[in-house]
Every structure is written in structure tokens, then in C-alpha cells.
């Protein structure tokens, strides 16, 4: 079952803040975040586990609520680098171990 | 180090041929798993192989199907193409086994299948 992303799309200014979000209705392992351009492949952001451990880049902050099965990822003081899709995939206990992912947050930062 | 190289890059190929894509991953991962990446659907997981097995598969017909060999390198082959087929398929390669891995994506095979 996909996670439902939240929201679709968002334009921002540069230096505004964003918070992108991911939920499902299953019991998590883990929730991936990835970001990918326009003709890009996804490059990783982070990885978040059941149990509280992280996995990523300093510059990105993300949360995971255990119990909601809910992550968000925030984007702080945006800049023009920071526009693309974002997807988070998500391990689902009843799946067993592959990322099913979300439909996608497209993020365009203006100047 | 260089990154997860897929060849080909295009493809265009006709209903009912079949089609083998590659994939190198990463030196020193064991990991592949390839997505489909449709504008309705998203990124959908195919399957994934670690150390030349299949470790998990996702829900695409038969016609979908791969194999890795002893140097990590993966192929995915789809036999009797459909037009719904056409897409951007991504491979990813990670250290490890499974979804607790980071996982390094290449920059897709397009196919379209006419």
C-alpha cells in the first residue's frame, strides 16, 4: 500500500521553510527520503528507523512517529538547489524488506 | 568511485518484443533492486538481488524478470512487451541487503514501447 505524501506540490522563495510529509496506514521498519531533479535520478536524503536511529545528510532534518507511521521531512532556509521531487519510500512490516513509495512532492524554490 | 551506470540509456522497441536492460552498481555493493518509475504510478519496486538471488520480488507479472551475476552486475529482462511497459526503469545498488540500506539509484533505462 503507497504512503500518501503531503502535500502534492509547493512553491516557495528562497530562504522560506517547507515541511514535506509521509504517512501509512502499516506498521514501519523505516522511512526513506529522496530527492530527485528533473531528469535525474533520486539521490538519498536519509534514512529513519524504527527505534529512533538516523541516516543522512547534516544539512537535512526529518522525524518519524512510530506510532502515527508518519514522517516528515523538513527543509529549512530553502535555496534554488533545493527544487525537485521528493519521495519517501517506506518499509512496511507486512511487505517484508522492500521500499514501497510515495507518489511524490514536487518543491520549486523561486528567487 | 564511480556511480550505478545503466545501458542502455533509451529504447524503443515494439509490442510483444522482448528487452534485457543492465545494470552495474557501485563497485563493491552486492545489492541491486530495480524500480519502474511511471508518471501515474511512481516508483514501484520490481525486485531485488543480493550475492546472485532473488531476495524479494514485487507485484509485476511473470514477463518481468532478472538476474545478477558473480560481479554484482544486473540484467532485467521483459518479454512480450505491452504499451502500458513504457517507463523510466531505475536500478539501485546498496551495501547491503534490503530496505535499511541507502541506496544509490542510476540514471534509468527509458523504454518506449510502441
Known amino acids: 500500500q503507497q504512503p500518501v505524501q503531503s502535500p502534492q506540490a509547493v512553491i516557495l522563495r528562497e530562504g522560506e521553510d517547507a515541511v514535506i510529509n509521509c504517512s501509512s496506514s502499516?506498521?514501519?521498519?523505516?522511512v526513506h527520503w529522496y530527492r530527485q531533479k528533473h531528469g535525474e535520478a533520486p539521490v538519498f536524503l536519509m534514512i529513519l528507523l524504527k527505534g529512533g536511529e538516523q541516516k543522512g545528510h547534516e544539512k537535512i532534518s526529518a522525524s518519524f512517529n512510530e506510532k502515527k507511521q508518519q514522517s516528515s521531512l523538513y527543509l529549512t532556509a530553502s535555496q534554488l538547489s533545493y527544487s525537485g521531487t521528493y519521495f519517501c519510500g517506506t518499509e512496511v512490516m507486512e511487505y517484508g524488506n522492500k521500499l514501497v513509495f510515495g507518489a511524490g512532492t514536487i518543491l520549486r524554490v523561486k528567487s | 568511485k564511480a556511480g550505478v551506470t545503466q545501458t542502455p540509456r533509451y529504447l524503443i522497441k515494439t509490442r510483444g518484443q522482448q528487452v534485457t536492460l543492465s545494470c552495474s552498481p557501485i563497485s563493491g555493493h552486492r545489492s541491486v533492486s530495480w524500480y519502474q518509475q511511471t508518471p501515474g504510478q511512481g516508483l514501484q519496486f520490481l525486485f531485488e538481488y543480493f550475492s546472485e538471488t532473488q531476495r524479494n520480488k514485487g507485484n509485476f507479472p511473470g514477463r518481468f524478470s532478472g538476474r545478477q551475476f558473480s560481479n554484482s552486475r544486473s540484467e532485467m529482462n521483459v518479454s512480450t512487451l505491452e504499451l502500458g511497459d513504457s517507463a523510466l526503469y531505475l536500478c539501485?545498488?546498496?551495501?547491503?541487503?534490503?530496505?535499511?540500506?541507502?541506496?544509490?539509484f542510476g540514471p534509468g533505462t527509458r523504454l518506449t514501447v510502441l
Open positions: 539501485a545498488s546498496s551495501l547491503g541487503q534490503g530496505a535499511r540500506n541507502e541506496q544509490f
Open positions: 502499516k506498521a514501519l521498519y523505516s
